[in-house]
């Protein structure tokens, strides 16, 4: 999921703009439909902390909803420095330290 996401918007810079800054920015309805937009995704989050806890992997006591923000907020900011920094660093090489930290912050 984090390979996915930075990779995608590594090589759309434009997109990770308007997602990281602009759409930030949005009234009160367009920030609703947002949430909207992005409710599968949480979900998605939900399942791959699941089948971690499911496989062993995952500690069982983890509160999904910590954990998803952690997930996404660590994303969602990297990502976001990215940007500010004008993508002056290669988002990719980012992926396996981010993984890696996200792991073993749940690791059983």
Same mark, same amino acid.
């Given at each position: 999921? &984090?390979?996915?996401?930075? *990779?995608?918007?590594?090589?759309?810079?434009?997109?990770?703009?308007?997602?990281?800054?602009?759409? /930030?920015?949005?009234?009160?309805?367009?920030? /609703?439909?947002? @949430?909207? %937009? %992005? /409710?599968? +995704? +949480?979900?998605? %989050?939900?399942?791959?902390?699941?089948?971690?806890?499911?496989? @062993? $992997?995952?500690?069982?006591?983890?509160?999904?909803?910590?954990? /998803?923000?952690?997930?996404?907020?660590?994303?969602? *900011?990297?990502?976001?420095?990215?940007?500010?920094? @004008?993508?002056? +660093?290669?988002?990719?090489?980012? $992926?396996?330290? &981010?993984?890696?930290?996200?792991?073993?912050?749940?690791?059983?």
């Amino acid at each position: 999921m &984090v390979t996915v996401y930075f *990779e995608g918007l590594a090589h759309n810079k434009s997109l990770a703009a308007v997602t990281q800054i602009h759409l /930030r920015q949005a009234d009160q309805a367009m920030r /609703r439909q947002i @949430g909207d %937009i %992005i /409710r599968p +995704y +949480y979900q998605l %989050i939900d399942h791959i902390i699941q089948d971690g806890i499911d496989k @062993g $992997i995952f500690r069982p006591t983890i509160d999904h909803r910590i954990a /998803r923000r952690m997930i996404f907020g660590t994303m969602d *900011e990297t990502i976001t420095a990215w940007v500010l920094t @004008g993508a002056k +660093y290669d988002l990719q090489g980012l $992926i396996e330290p &981010v993984v890696d930290l996200l792991v073993h912050a749940m690791k059983k």
